[in-house]
Nanobody, 123 residues
Framework: QVQLVESGGGLVQAGGSLRLSCAAS????????MGWFRQAPGKEREFVSA????????NYADSMKGRFTISRDNAKNTVYLQMNSLKPEDTAVYYCAAKYGVMVVADTAYGYWGQGTQVTVSS
């Protein structure tokens, strides 16, 4: 089992940047595919990005391509989400999640979740 703790959220102006971190504890971090999801008020949780076990493959939702970058440091048991050119519509609670097996976008496939970190982008 793995425990996930997100950090790095906050309030930023449109056009600004934030870097989210997700620290994992428990079993070997490289065992897991890692993903980032977000949920805005009144909306369903949506896929943001995912990264393979050793970071060789990444995937992004279309609206994040070119603005967000996912990475991981298995030596530090941490996955990151660098968010640039933030927009007010990026405002949401951001969650990291872990799963075994292949990299997918469906949140239901991820078995382990953090508590989330709030990102608010002001216009």
């Amino acid at each position: 089992q793995v425990q996930l703790v997100e950090s790095g959220g906050g309030l930023v102006q449109a056009g600004g940047s934030l870097r989210l971190s997700c620290a994992a504890s428990g079993r070997t971090f490289s065992t897991y595919v890692m993903g980032w999801f977000r949920q805005a008020p009144g909306k369903e949780r949506e896929f943001v990005s995912a990264i393979s076990r050793y970071g060789s493959t990444t995937n992004y939702a279309d609206s994040m391509k070119g603005r967000f970058t996912i990475s991981r440091d298995n030596a530090k048991n941490t996955v990151y989400l660098q968010m640039n050119s933030l927009k007010p519509e990026d405002t949401a609670v951001y969650y990291c999640a872990a799963k075994y097996g292949v990299m997918v976008v469906a949140d239901t496939a991820y078995g382990y979740w953090g508590q989330g970190t709030q990102v608010t982008v002001s216009s």
